[in-house]
């Protein structure tokens, strides 16, 4: 369906007028129609924001409108995601349901697809494509969508890609199985056919959202493949689609953000993931070192002098505003802060020969050669060298003080114990070699010691709507009594479920007290507060926040070690714990 901003579909559209008040929220003009919902502008308590109304035929049945609103409870729990847009609030407002968000701004892929071919182009082209894909498979890393299509994502102007309607996904996958609305060929079959969305039901819709961005229309058995429309592509995204988007789940990529490394592995020669798709038609200014120094600084870079160029970039890194991209082979991360970037370049995660650019004018430089980052860039190399050379002479002093305590044992024990005590000798440096200690990190033969917190006691789950009408599940009913009724987001359908004792949870994670310790290392960091979430069924952690955040270097790190851990399985559906972790 292709949608025109300021038009609804829905069957309240008539008496949603500007003006019209839904809960704190003031609705303004109509933004798009929707599968099951319509988008309006609002200005909310916090600022502006977007409503979605649920369209009548669809709130009015039960089964579908408990989905909606457990999918609305599971996104607001959500920490903020650069990728997703926050779901706010919820409410009943006489018989209108509606679910409130972050406000929104850009277009549609949806539109952006339309405009493609009614300019007689097909799709967006193998680059965009790719790290529109990458930064969507992103967002559903920890949480399933169900019914992601191309109007479930949106760019912004400066290329910023965000999934704007995860709260809808249970909701609209429920009215496809029910008939509601018209089956999509970008839905798993399974989830068409009343299955509930999960891993590899996120898989087939980013594999199908993967062909539309390339081919230009929607999945169709017998249709073109990527590679006949395409040319700068070849069959391996072939394979990649036809992998992603197969009706055996059990023969799709187990998650969504390994399909978003493969597709960005394929489709832009470079690794990592990006967190930027380049805005539509982008065109990118030539090179022009002073240019983007005085963009960077308010002022021309030559003959600045170092302590003056000290003082601007001071200044500079006081600007809160993240309009800094860095380009590291054909990937774009960002947007940073110019903090944030100074921050990656002394972590040593962006080096000399990545591309930073002001998105705000285009102009951009080899970070290596920016005359006031450049000076960064090389001192930051050198304190890493100079701490590899560091930890390599700690090993050598290690070792002979090792030869030298052996020397002396050995001279003191005499010709008779001597076999006895190279034996032990010689096994202990064994068990040494093999064994890592928790709270001890092996960093390129250096030891780091590392101090692990216990468990802090979780938090009781905060209510935020009206009472409840009976007891425990995590169905998230309305409780009538009033209007206007606040949807209860809290999670406290886990109560009196089984949970992990806090001692168990230590035990696991202290164990690897050492690689945690190790990434503090390896990005600079001195101390980091973790947030996880273990799922009961399986004991494996489900969900990480480090330092309140799900981004940056030390995230990237700390969550591959986390997900690793294996903690007993119960009945319950999850654990949390909170501790830290310093050098």
């Known amino acids: 369906m292709t949608a025109t901003v300021g038009t609804t579909s829905g069957s309240h559209a008539a008496r949603l007028a500007p003006g019209f008040q839904l809960g704190e929220y003031r609705l303004g003009q109509p933004l798009w129609p929707m599968r099951i919902a319509d988008a309006y502008r609002a200005e909310g308590p916090k600022g502006p924001a977007t409503v979605y109304v649920i369209h009548a035929k669809i709130a009015a049945v039960p089964e579908v409108r408990d989905q909606i609103i457990a999918g609305t409870r599971a996104a607001a729990a959500l920490p903020e995601h650069k990728h ?58 920890d949480i399933h969508h169900g019914a992601l299509a191309d109007e479930s994502v949106i760019v912004n102007r400066t290329g910023r890609v965000r999934v704007i309607d995860l709260a809808l996904g249970p909701g609209t996958a429920a009215a496809m199985a029910r008939k509601l609305i018209a089956p999509q060929s970008c839905i798993a079959p399974e989830v068409i056919a009343g299955g509930a969305p999960n891993g590899p039901a996120d898989v087939y819709g980013v594999g199908a959202l993967l062909y539309e961005g390339l081919v230009g229309k929607p999945l169709e058995r017998g249709g073109p493949r990527p590679s006949d429309v395409v040319k700068d592509i070849n069959t391996q995204v072939d394979e990649i689609v036809a992998r992603a988007c197969h009706r055996d789940p059990d023969k799709r990529f187990g998650r969504a953000d390994v399909l978003g490394e493969v597709v960005g592995e394929a489709l832009n020669s470079g690794s990592g993931r990006p967190t930027n798709a380049p805005p539509i038609n982008d065109k990118t200014p030539a090179f022009d070192q002073v240019s983007l120094a005085a963009s960077l600084t308010g002022m021309p870079a030559a003959g600045s ?30 947007p940073f802060t110019l903090a944030d970037v100074v921050a990656q370049i002394e972590a040593g995660t962006i080096v000399a020969g990545n591309m930073i650019m002001d998105k705000d004018t285009g102009a951009r430089a080899d970070v290596g050669e920016h005359p006031l980052l450049g000076p960064l860039v090389e001192a930051s190399r050198q304190k890493r060298d100079d701490a590899r050379r560091a930890q390599a002479e700690v090993v050598v002093q290690s070792r002979e003080k090792t030869r030298g305590a052996m020397l002396y044992a050995m001279i003191g024990l005499g010709v008779a114990g001597v076999a ?118 399986t004991g494996r952690v489900a969900f990480v926040r480090i330092n309140g955040k799900q981004a940056g270097p030390l995230y990237g790190c700390l969550n591959g070690v986390l997900r690793k851990m294996k903690f007993p399985t119960i009945k319950g559906p999850r654990t949390r714990a909170e501790f830290d972790i310093a050098m």
């Open 84 to 141: 997703l847009v926050h779901t706010l609030a919820a409410g009943l407002t006489g018989d209108i349901l509606w679910i409130a968000t972050e406000e929104v701004d850009g277009s549609l892929v949806r539109d952006l697809l339309a405009k493609k071919r009614l300019g007689g182009q097909a799709g967006l082209g193998s680059r965009a494509t790719g790290n529109l894909v990458t930064a969507v498979a992103t967002a559903l890393s």
């Open 305 to 334: 002098g170092a302590i003056a160029g000290d003082r601007v970039l001071a200044s500079a890194l006081s600007d809160s505003t993240e309009k800094w991209l860095v380009s590291k082979g054909k990937l774009d991360y960002g």
């Open 420 to 537: 006895i005590a190279v034996y032990f000798i010689i096994q202990s440096a064994r068990k040494e070699e093999t064994t890592q200690v928790a709270g001890i990190s092996k960093l390129d033969g250096a030891s780091l010691k590392v101090k692990v917190s216990e468990p802090k006691k979780p938090p009781p789950a905060a209510r935020t709507g009206g009472r409840r009408t009976g007891g425990g599940g995590g169905g998230g009913d309305f409780t009538r009594g009033n209007e206007n009724l606040a949807l209860d987001m809290s999670d406290d359908g886990d109560e009196g479920s089984e949970t992990l004792d806090m001692g168990t949870v230590f035990q696991v994670y202290s164990k690897f007290g050492g690689q945690l310790g190790g990434c503090l290392r390896s990005t600079g960091e001195g101390s980091a507060n973790i947030y996880i979430n273990i799922d009961g069924p």
